[in-house]
């Protein structure tokens, strides 16, 4: 199989992508791929650039067959080839001297913009209510997970999110600091049986011009 499209039109990966809860459990992708599709996601836009996303991806089937429970008993858990855990840092501005610095390296900023922007961040954020932050995160790993997903499918894979499971029992099993928190998991292998289709409501329901 081959895992790369040199021709992909954005349209045709975005109609083309379902989501897939049926898994050819055999089909298991190298964890190179996986790293590369979380790689080229990471170019998904952020917060004040402050990436607030996290990822813990399980291949293990000792430990998908656990998750399955914590993941109120979805098949897919424990057919896919991994499941991709996206999680949210509630402090994300602890890092900011780290991105802010590779700005600078990188030729994006000055170092004037970067001590301004440093400055900001940590006046703001730290003060935000977690409840605020936690939002940000949440709302940032919402931007990435899509990316992700597209990524994937551009590369022959299948993928499907699942908001379903206990976040508490989940932070508890994989003993996630304070900090991080759960977010989605996303199913990623191989289909073995086609996606539903599903409708979309038309533009005049959902979209208003002024």
């Known amino acids: 199989m081959s ?19 049926v898994y050819d459990p055999a089909f298991k992708i190298p964890q190179v791929e996986l ?13 004040s650039n402050l990436q607030p996303w996290r990822f813990l991806v399980i291949q ?3 430990v998908k067959t656990e998750l399955r429970a914590i993941a109120n008993n979805q098949e897919q858990v424990e057919t896919s ?15 900011v001297e780290q991105i802010y610095t590779q700005n600078v390296a990188e030729g994006h ?12 961040t940590l006046r703001t954020y730290p003060a935000a209510p977690l409840e605020v932050r936690k939002n ?10 899509m990316q992700l997903m597209l990524i994937a499918k551009e590369k022959g894979y299948d993928t499907v999110t699942m908001g379903g499971f206990d ?20 199913a990623i292998g191989k289909a073995a049986a ?6 979309r409501l038309p533009l005049k329901d959902i979209a208003r011009f002024i």
Do not use: C
């Open 194 to 199: 086609p996606a539903y289709g599903s409708s």
């Open 35 to 47: 790293e590369a599709i979380i790689q080229e996601a990471t170019s998904a836009p952020s917060s």
């Open 109 to 120: 900023m000055g170092e004037a913009q970067k001590d301004l922007m440093i400055t900001n």
């Open 81 to 95: 080839s991994a499941i991709i855990a996206v999680l949210g840092n509630a402090e994300m501005y602890q890092q």
């Open 136 to 145: 940000i995160a949440t709302f940032d790993a919402g931007l990435i997970s």
């Open 167 to 186: 976040k508490e029992k989940f932070a508890q099993r994989f003993e996630l600091p304070e900090h991080i928190f759960p977010v989605v998991l996303i």
């Open 60 to 62: 293990d089937e000792a």
């Open 3 to 21: 895992t790369t499209k040199t021709q992909s039109n954005l349209y045709t990966i975005m109609e083309e992508r379902k989501s897939v809860r």
